[in-house]
């Protein structure tokens, strides 16, 4: 296991150092090779490959310069994408363009190749909708989930992926998202065609303008809290004026604090204290349950008028979809005129 990793390291260095070599090729512009510069350095990142976006950049630097020896790059990406098919065919190109590959890193290819074409398991994907974006993520029995994103050309994808539990959703502006789950045995040939639903709009009212969606208001609760409320202090009203004519009883019939002798002061006070602790416990507990359902209903009513949408979307992008893989995300949008 250590000698193979020794290995592999030595043919990522070399593969690393290939286009560089190049430097006096005239076909090779400043512009391409900048991309192939950005591929290296997102390669040797040092908080971790960033290998999607290098992938991208080697890929623009191959199209800017044919430079055969990118392939090397190209085909070490997709590998490690688990982009299989295009692996096999960017590592196929390079061995056989490139003469002058090292020895050893040419045997380790080759041993990447015939794993690789073993396994691949051919998938082709036809989407109904232009601009949608197909991702794929396969689930492997142990470590992490692999991730990839593709943009079909007319409606139409083939792809060559690992074989492994994979689950392909599709995207795009206006549409409801469709998937397909797929247990791919290697060597297999499968197939999916995706037919998107259009996301429902609220129909028409009157006038040609959409039908505003009725928002429910707080209902009676806040109104049995405040009638609740407004009976105890209604309550309390009462209680307070019974504790006020017993205290002027006392003192009508005490004056100067001299009772009758058969008169029961100590009952009487005690009556009055009862009332009065009672009105003060109606009021507070009153004044609270009003206050708070008027705050209810006032902080969860129903606007006066709902805000109608028009119904003919005005110039310009009506709806966008993305996708993110692990370092990098990718987006399409629709406009409309």
């Keep these: ?56 950049e080697f890929k623009t630097a191959y199209a800017m310069s044919s430079s055969p020896k990118i392939l090397g790059n190209m085909g070490y990406c997709a590998m490690k994408l688990e982009r299989d098919a295009e692996a096999v065919d960017a590592y196929a190109r390079y061995l056989r363009e490139v003469p002058d590959v090292d020895a050893e890193e040419r045997a380790q290819i080759v041993r990447d190749l015939q794993t690789l074409s073993v396994g691949i398991v051919r998938v082709n994907v036809t989407v109904s909708e232009p601009g949608a974006l197909v991702g794929d993520v396969r689930i492997p029995v142990r470590g992490d989930k692999v991730t990839n994103v593709y943009t079909p050309e007319n409606g139409k ?7 492994g539990h994979h689950v392909f959703t599709v995207r795009a502006p206006g549409f409801q998202e469709a998937t397909w789950e797929l247990d791919a045995l290697a060597g297999a040939r499968e197939e999916h065609a995706f037919v998107l639903k259009k996301v429902e709009a609220p129909p028409p009212g009157p006038g040609g303008v959409a039908t505003p969606v009725e928002k429910k208001g707080p209902g009676i609760l806040p109104w049995i809290v405040t009638g609740v409320g407004v009976a105890a202090l209604g309550t309390g009203a009462v209680t307070g004026v019974i504790a006020l004519n017993k205290t002027k009883d006392i003192q009508s019939s005490c004056p100067g604090n001299v009772c009758p002798r058969r008169f029961d002061l100590d009952s009487k006070r005690s009556q009055a204290s009862s009332f009065v602790t009672m009105t003060d416990v109606l009021i507070i507990s009153g004044s609270v349950l009003t206050a708070g359902g008027l705050t209810w209903w006032f902080l969860t009513r129903t606007p006066d008028e709902a805000q109608p949408a028009p119904a003919t979307p005005a110039p310009g992008v009506t709806g966008a979809s993305a996708m993110c893989l692990k370092d990098s995300c990718f987006g399409s949008a629709t406009v409309s005129f």
């Design 1 to 56: 296991m250590k000698k193979r990793a020794l290995a592999s390291l030595a043919l990522f260095a070399c593969i690393l150092h290939a286009f560089p070599a190049q430097a006096a090729d005239p076909v090779v512009s400043d512009e391409a090779r900048s991309h192939f510069t950005a591929g290296v350095n997102l390669l040797q990142d040092p908080e971790g490959a960033r290998i999607e976006e290098a992938y991208r």
């Design 157 to 163: 994808l083939a792809l060559g992926v690992r074989a």
